[in-house]
């Protein structure tokens, strides 16, 4: 017995459909975050991009940023996504409307990527003698779905996890900010 028309005619519309969703599900699991310099006086010029992808073992991290001082620089998931300066203890400080470092479990600690502290703590980045900055690193206990409606930073200083000798690892100011949407 033949099939009808009709039927073969569903069943490639329902094939060609379910590829294009499962086309979707991939390209949603990858994000581009644009990164900016940022100072007290605000939201600068474009300096790189952050690709952001789920993988196995968590989320991958793909940097690529010019610009940055040499050297170590720590690097963070912050609570908001938000860039701009904002008032802190009586003095304006570069992109803290972004908030502090993410943290859902209100652990108050920053412990590292591996570690049982803040969830945005990420594998610090290091900018070569040009300034520039290519390196991908690894958050096993992130997942990309985590990160909608917060930032990536990037800190002055380098980062040693700690918060001693001072708070939230030594990296100081903020130098570069991206918005995750």
């Known amino acids: ?10 069943a490639v519309f329902s094939a060609i459909v379910c590829a294009g969703t499962l086309g979707t599900a991939a ?7 644009p990164m900016h310099a940022v100072d007290a006086n605000g939201v ?16 991958l991290f793909d940097v690529e940023l010019q610009g940055i001082p040499p050297g170590e620089h720590g690097f963070h ?9 904002k008032a802190q203890d009586g003095k304006t400080t570069a992109a803290a ?13 920053h412990a590292g990527p591996t570690g049982g502290g803040h969830l945005g703590d990420l594998p ?40 001693d000798p ?6 100081g100011a903020r130098i570069a900010c991206g918005r995750i949407g």
């Open 166 to 171: 001072k708070p939230l690892g030594g990296g």
């Open 1 to 10: 017995m033949k099939p009808r028309k009709g039927l073969r005619r569903r």
């Open 44 to 59: 600068g010029a474009r300096i790189g991009t952050v690709r952001v992808e789920d993988s196995a073992k968590g989320v």
């Open 124 to 163: 610090a980045v290091k900018a070569d003698g040009q300034g520039r900055v290519r390196a991908q690193v690894l958050a096993p206990r992130l997942k990309i779905s985590d990160l909608k409606g917060r930032s990536l930073m990037v800190h002055a200083g380098g980062d040693n996890y700690a918060d």
């Open 77 to 85: 998931v912050h609570e908001r996504a938000e860039c701009g300066p």
């Open 97 to 109: 409307a972004a908030g502090g470092h993410y943290d859902p479990g209100k652990t108050g600690r």
């Open 27 to 33: 390209s949603a699991a990858t994000l581009e975050v």
